[in-house]
């Protein structure tokens, strides 16, 4: 079985600073892919970004990267230039490449002050 | 832009009582979910389809059914509810493996709380 852990149940940063959110996983599986989520308050599920396993290179999207570490099993999110629209809920999830379940952690609230 | 679509927003049943939670999607996705959110959980799956007529439990599944008529649909039936079924309830869809490269596409969800 796969599990994803988040242990920072709640987070705060300043507007305009960088924070960095954790997760590792266990699996056995080699090929499989990593996302991280965001849920404001409204409640969408929104996809922030996405790591491919089998890819060396940590995934960028604008302001968000990702630290991948395959062989710690560590999938961590940074947040750059935070903006006060970031706060929200943000969840780490596990796919195998074969699979048709995500499995999630249980999520980091995040609170950007102003 | 209707994506996926959830009703109702919010319902409070008494215990014991029975009810239908809708989603319905109109991306002509053939993967659709269900997934419970408890506070200060992850989502869990509760049932998957990958097609009309074809649905498979997940970790969560006990206390729920789920039917699969059509492509669009994918009705999540509560029978005799308990309170350990309050919870956040979300729908999703994929394409098939499309979920691997663009995530699901998530409803917005219906709060039950159960008394």
């Known amino acids: 079985a796969q599990t994803v852990t988040q242990s920072q149940p709640e987070m705060s940063v300043q507007e305009a600073e960088t924070v960095t959110l954790s997760c590792t996983y266990d699996t056995s599986e080699s090929n499989y892919y990593l996302f991280w989520y965001k849920q404001p308050p409204s409640r969408q599920m929104i996809l922030v970004i996405r790591?491919?396993?089998?890819?060396?290179q940590n995934a960028t999207e604008n302001r968000f990267s990702v630290n991948f570490q395959k062989a710690a099993k560590s999938f961590s999110l940074k947040i750059s230039d935070s903006q006060l629209g970031d706060t929200a809920m943000y969840f780490c999830?596990?796919?195998?490449?074969?699979?048709?379940?995500?499995?999630f952690g249980t999520g980091t609230s995040l609170t950007v002050i102003p | 832009n209707a994506g996926v679509t959830q009703t109702p927003k919010f319902r409070i049943l008494k215990i014991g009582q029975s009810m239908t939670l809708q989603c319905t999607q109109d991306?002509?996705?053939?993967?659709m979910y269900w997934y419970r959110q408890d506070p200060g959980m992850g989502l869990k799956l509760i049932y998957y389809?990958?097609?009309?007529?074809?649905?498979d439990k997940g970790e969560v599944p006990n206390g729920y059914n789920v039917s699969r008529s059509t492509t669009e649909d994918f009705p999540l039936r509560l029978e005799l509810a308990a309170p350990s079924q309050t919870s956040v309830y979300f729908c999703?869809?994929?394409?098939?493996?499309?979920?691997?490269?663009?995530?699901?596409?998530f409803g917005s969800g219906t709060r039950l709380t159960v008394v």
């Open positions: 999830a596990f796919i195998k490449n074969t699979g048709n379940q995500f499995y």
């Open positions: 790591q491919e396993a089998y890819k060396q």
């Open positions: 389809s990958v097609g009309a007529g074809i649905t």
């Open positions: 991306m002509n996705h053939n993967y």
């Open positions: 999703a869809s994929s394409y098939p493996r499309t979920g691997l490269i663009y995530g699901y596409t």
